[in-house]
């Protein structure tokens, strides 16, 4: 191979790095299949034009530059929570990016593999104001809409059979079902994660009718999802997410990542591709990571434009923020 294998690599008998089936039949095709939501404002949504943004949009296009390096080569196609594992499971999407809660039963008895965590969420409630309530803890009594087929149900009864409150659940198919309940007054407050609380309010008819109670009841760490059966499939779209990562800790963003080529900065160099071959082992190219900021961006852009202070949601960094910020976004090196 000439330059020596970096510690760990595995090849093949043949001496070639593994090959990726789902890598394989995206380039045969020319676009990568991404399942997404259903329309949820800063996670994933399309606009009038069927242009899709959001955090979770973000993952599927940054993966696309890796491979493609071009991020419009990507083929959202919208799940609902009911059927989004089967379609990835089926082969319908290369992999599922849609707020979706990594569990041990989904990481095991689905036969699907979590490559990380884009967004740590956790489920709280929302109800009108003029209900006068302060906590969850107050909700006795109470109708309160949730999907189903998602772990907000599941958490839902967990919670209040743990605090012996008597509730009543009103559940439905879909998330705008939920939402549409809700806002038609059919249940006494809406459940779901916490970041989607905060924008489906804003698509209320007036939402400063309504308050997100301060409530948060579960962890929720939310992130992209492939099957099991393909492991460098799953380094592909887990590395992308460290990327991201990582370019935000090295200072590494859009508009400056040209100027990074020329740094003398080894690790600088490792990411841009300068130095070292960490590409082939994926089969990509070595300026992979290069591309996926060139594209899109570092974590902390993605995450501003789409949730936080750039966008309509205006969601605080949090748990979100670097783990050298306070907070638990933390990324192993590329080395």
Request: proline share 4%.
């Amino acid at each position: 191979m000439g330059a020596a294998l970096a510690a760990g690599t595995v090849l093949c008998a043949s001496g070639a790095f593994a090959q990726s089936p789902t890598l394989a039949q995206a380039k045969s095709r020319g676009i990568l299949h991404c399942g997404s939501g259903t329309g949820l404002a800063g996670f994933g949504i399309p606009d009038a034009q069927g242009t899709w943004s959001g955090l979770d949009v973000d993952v599927c296009r940054a993966v696309a530059s890796a491979i493609f390096n071009d991020p419009t080569k990507v083929k959202f196609i919208p799940l609902s929570a009911k059927d989004r594992f089967t379609a990835l499971q089926s082969g319908e999407v290369d992999l599922l990016s849609r707020t979706t809660t990594w569990t041990i039963s989904r990481d095991t008895a689905l036969g699907l593999n979590f490559a990380g965590v884009n967004y740590y969420d956790g489920q709280g409630f929302m109800v009108r104001k003029k209900l006068g309530v302060n906590s969850a803890l107050q909700l006795s009594g109470a109708s309160i809409c949730t999907q189903q087929g998602t772990t907000t149900e599941l958490n839902l009864a967990d919670y209040f059979r743990a605090n012996k409150i008597k509730y009543e659940v009103v559940a439905f198919a879909s998330n705008q079902e939920t939402v549409k309940a809700y806002e038609s007054g059919r249940c006494d407050a809406f459940t779901t994660d916490a970041s989607g609380l905060y924008a489906e309010r804003l698509g209320l008819a007036n939402p400063d009718e309504h308050v997100v109670l301060p409530d948060i009841i579960s962890k929720e760490p939310l992130g992209p999802v492939v099957r099991h059966g393909d492991d460098v499939w799953l380094d592909i779209v887990k590395w992308t997410l460290f990327a991201m990562v990582n370019a935000e800790e090295l200072g590494i963003t859009k508009a400056n990542v040209d100027e990074m080529l020329k740094s003398e900065n080894p690790e600088i160099r490792r990411f841009v591709g300068t130095e070292g071959k960490f590409g082939a082992p994926m089969g990509l190219t070595d300026d992979w990571a290069y591309r996926i900021i060139k594209h899109v961006g570092n974590y902390g852009e993605s995450f501003e434009r789409n949730v936080g202070q750039g966008s309509l949601l205006k969601i605080a960094r949090g748990q979100n923020a670097l783990w050298n910020k306070g907070g638990l976004q933390y990324a192993p090196p590329i080395r």
